[in-house]
Nanobody, 124 residues
Framework: QVQLVESGGGLVQAGGSLRLSCAASGLTFSTKTMGWFRQAPGKDREFVAAISWSGGSTYYKDSVKGRFTISRDNAANTVYLQMNSLKPEDTAVYYC?????????????????WGQGTQVTVSS
């Protein structure tokens, strides 16, 4: 079965960095659009970043542009989210997701598979 397993979350001070990883199995990773979403307490899940199957196209939420970088290694079936200059408002559970299309990669309905999430907490 399909599994997406996130790792790399934790507690960091404002201005610090974290690198999230999402290891995929049970699917043809190199053909999938991959996305990162997050959900803060009491808030709706929101899009963070997405990357096309080849890695040639990326898309970011405006508030993370210039601070976060999404990348992928198709040989390792893994997608990454490098997060720099973290802010307290980045605190959330971060989820990776896999989808079949690159049409509206910011929308969660494009993704059929989801990981269990990893907690990121940024202290001020």
């Amino acid at each position: 079965q399909v599994q997406l397993v996130e790792s790399g979350g934790g507690l960091v001070q404002a201005g610090g960095s974290l690198r999230l990883s999402c290891a995929a199995s049970g699917l043809t990773f190199s053909t999938k659009t991959m996305g990162w979403f997050r959900q803060a307490p009491g808030k709706d899940r929101e899009f963070v970043a997405a990357i096309s199957w080849s890695g040639g196209s990326t898309y970011y939420k405006d508030s993370v542009k210039g601070r976060f970088t999404i990348s992928r290694d198709n040989a390792a079936n893994t997608v990454y989210l490098q997060m720099n200059s973290l802010k307290p408002e980045d605190t959330a559970v971060y989820y990776c997701a896999a989808g079949d299309r690159w049409i509206t990669p910011t929308r969660d309905y494009e993704y059929g598979y989801w990981g269990q999430g990893t907690q990121v907490t940024v202290s001020s």
